[in-house]
């Protein structure tokens, strides 16, 4: 009996829960049906490997568009120079925790401070000499991050990471707020890096979380320009709202959605060349967020904005187009840039951190993002979490999250 009870301690504190990401060139066929993912209950728990580390147990892990494309293949070859470089590898990089346990250079965090994750172990966070990108602030293009410089594992009991990517949590803010702030920091990330006009009419292609994180980085930044959300659905259209966005069209017709369109700033002339619409001259959007980031969403956004105007891909749909028509953009003289996680912000000649300032908002309007956790799974009912993401018109999901208790 004695030696039964040991057994169970020593596996309750060495071993854990979590969701790993199993890399198998014979499953790949089978991705949809869960074939590269491996739960288990007794993982060994990871250990702090340098003395400015932390360990974090998980409370709550977001489940991202792009842990999907991940578990099921549907991700661009040179997107996977972001995973990890061991196999199997852990999964989630939204993630609120508390702090379990702290090296011994560790010097502002302590033992149960409740945290957020940058998953970015950029140089400056192992505190190393910084590469030729963070020496600029560029931390989404470090030069270490091919080399396994993401952390992640909001999916798992425990993660360690580096003291200096994590950022504590205020007491005003829920947890259920605080796991949106990486994707809020990407949206912070996406406008700072490419503000519109406060004369602009600007789209925001998209209402799941990013386009809604969109929506609330261009009013949280002092934005006053004309916003028009895109949303596929009525229980994302509310949202959209209450975040600041000035009108919503949940047109699914595609010539109706045309014809408002090119009316969002002004009358404007729709072309129909060989069935296909097209805005053309000074009408239509300004500027478009594409927070959907697939080849149909990119080829809307190229007919939707104006000639000179411009389209900021947001959303990672990975796709590798094959249907689109570029010669849209070069006669309508289109600017189209990407965006990509975090770094450095410049701010009124500041260097701005985009977490702690998505955290200082969240402390002043906490209330603005509730809802948006529409459903809590347990990590043994991953598919479950899974399935409801995938499923957005029949569970109104938005933001799912797994969580351990």
Avoid at 27 to 46: D, M
Wanted: aromatic content about 10%; hydrophobic content about 40%; charged content about 20%.
């Amino acid at each position: 009996m004695f030696e039964g009870v040991l057994e169970y301690i020593l596996l309750r504190f060495t071993t854990m829960r979590g969701l790993y990401f199993d890399l198998d060139l014979g499953k790949i066929k089978e991705a949809k049906n869960f074939s590269l993912i491996r739960y288990k209950g007794h993982w060994e728990v990871p250990q702090i490997g340098e003395p400015n580390q932390v360990r974090v147990r998980t409370t709550l892990g977001g489940i991202c568009g792009t842990d999907l494309h991940q578990v099921f293949i549907e991700i661009s070859p040179f997107a996977s120079i972001l995973g990890a470089t061991v196999n199997p590898s852990p999964l989630g990089h939204e993630i609120v925790g508390i702090v379990s346990e702290c090296g011994e250079k560790v010097k502002d965090l302590k033992e149960g401070d409740r945290v957020i994750l940058n998953p970015l172990s950029h140089c400056a966070t192992k505190g190393i000499d910084l590469c030729p990108s963070c020496r600029v602030g560029n931390w989404q293009q470090c030069y270490n991050i091919a080399g396994g410089g993401l952390v992640t594992g909001g999916f798992s009991e425990y993660f360690s990471c580096y003291e200096k990517q994590l950022y504590k949590v205020p007491k005003s803010v829920p947890d259920d707020v605080a796991v949106l702030t990486e994707p809020f920091a990407v949206a912070i990330h996406a406008i700072c890096r490419n503000p519109p006009k406060d004369d602009d009419t600007v789209v925001v292609v998209g209402a799941g979380t990013i386009g809604l994180m969109v929506i609330a980085a261009i009013r949280a930044l002092g934005h006053r320009c004309n916003i028009v959300s895109l949303a596929r659905y009525p229980f994302q259209a509310e949202i959209a709202n209450r975040l600041g966005s000035d009108e919503i069209i949940t047109e699914k017709n595609k010539r109706a959605l045309y014809k408002k369109m090119v009316k969002v700033k002004g009358e404007g002339k729709l072309f129909i060349v060989a069935g296909q619409k097209y805005i053309f001259g000074n009408v239509g959007p300004d500027l478009i967020y594409d927070c959907v980031g697939t080849e149909a969403s990119m080829n809307d956004s190229l007919h939707y904005v104006r000639s000179n105007g411009k389209i900021v891909i947001v959303g990672l749909g990975y796709s590798i187009t094959k249907n689109l028509d570029w010669s849209v953009q070069a006669y309508k003289e289109v600017t189209i840039v990407g965006s990509i996680m975090y770094g450095l912000q410049n701010i009124s000649g500041r260097k701005c951190d985009p977490f702690e300032m998505a955290l200082d908002f969240f402390s002043e309007n906490s209330e603005l993002f509730e809802g948006i956790v529409t459903h809590k799974f347990k990590i043994e009912d991953y598919k479950e979490a899974f399935k409801c993401m995938m499923s957005k018109r029949d569970t109104q999901g938005i933001k799912v999250v797994l969580l351990f208790c």
